[in-house]
């Protein structure tokens, strides 16, 4: 079995630039996840969403980032414009279902602003 | 709120010896608790959880943790390291499965 794809892996801009990233989540997952990793620090959460619905985004920063599931199958996660501070790894995971049901990683994308 | 202190920022072991990799938590009502393990390049992979089940709980790779709630403890531990536990390890404490609320993290050094 797949399992959560995300592309792309690397991605380096120029502030100002957008960005966008990818997600493809495991066959059957109804419950999506964008987490926030900066260099030495524990994921955390931007956005949840069961199925095409966005139920937990209080921790977005919704002036420049903005997230879709159109079909409640893949994700996509965008910047604009992007801030050197946006430098991190996004990673995406999924889970079966909302409650108590393991949530399955990403590799992440490593962003670098210039 | 809740959150999780892991106690230590980098944990350093030989081969074959013990690993102890320490987390605190702070909850106001009965926590979940899990440990995930990041290898580099790698996603995050969920060693194992408490649920207010059986307090030791075991976990894959031999790692185990015990859900001491006098202590406010959740410690990793493995009796014999391999090389292959080089990793990033997270303490994470949550009210479900839906809010994960990571530690800041333990890097386990392995030496031969």
């Known amino acids: 079995e797949a399992g959560v794809v995300q592309s792309p892996r690397y991605k380096i801009i120029e502030k100002k630039q957008p960005v966008a990233f990818w997600c493809n989540p495991i066959?059957?997952?109804?419950?999506l996840y964008w987490y926030l990793q900066n260099l030495g620090q524990g994921p955390e959460l931007l956005i949840r969403?069961?199925?095409?619905?966005?139920?937990?985004d209080s921790q977005l920063p919704k002036d420049r980032f903005s997230a879709e599931r159109l079909k409640g199958v893949d994700s996509t996660l965008k910047i604009q414009p992007a801030e050197l501070g946006d430098s991190a790894v996004y990673l995406c995971?999924?889970?079966?279902?909302?409650?108590?049901?393991?949530?399955?990683f990403g590799p992440g994308t490593r962003l670098t602003v210039t | 709120a809740q959150s999780v202190t892991q106690l230590d920022s980098h944990v350093s072991v030989s081969e074959g010896t013990p690993v102890l990799l320490r987390c605190n938590y702070s909850?106001?009502?009965?926590?979940?608790l899990f440990w995930y393990v990041q290898h580099p390049n790698k996603g995050l992979q969920l060693l194992l959880k408490y649920t207010s089940a059986a307090t030791l709980v075991k976990g894959i790779n031999g790692f185990e943790a015990e859900f001491k709630k006098s202590e406010t403890s959740f410690h990793l531990t493995k009796p014999s390291a391999h090389m292959s536990d080089a990793a990033e390890y997270f303490c994470?404490?949550?009210?479900?499965?839906?809010?994960?609320?990571f530690g800041t993290g333990t890097r386990l050094l392995v030496s031969p």
């Open positions: 994470v404490v949550s009210s479900g499965f839906q809010k994960l609320v």
């Open positions: 995971a999924s889970s079966l279902d909302t409650g108590e049901y393991e949530q399955y």
């Open positions: 969403y069961e199925n095409e619905e966005a139920v937990d």
């Open positions: 066959s059957g997952h109804n419950t």
């Open positions: 909850s106001s009502y009965s926590p979940s």
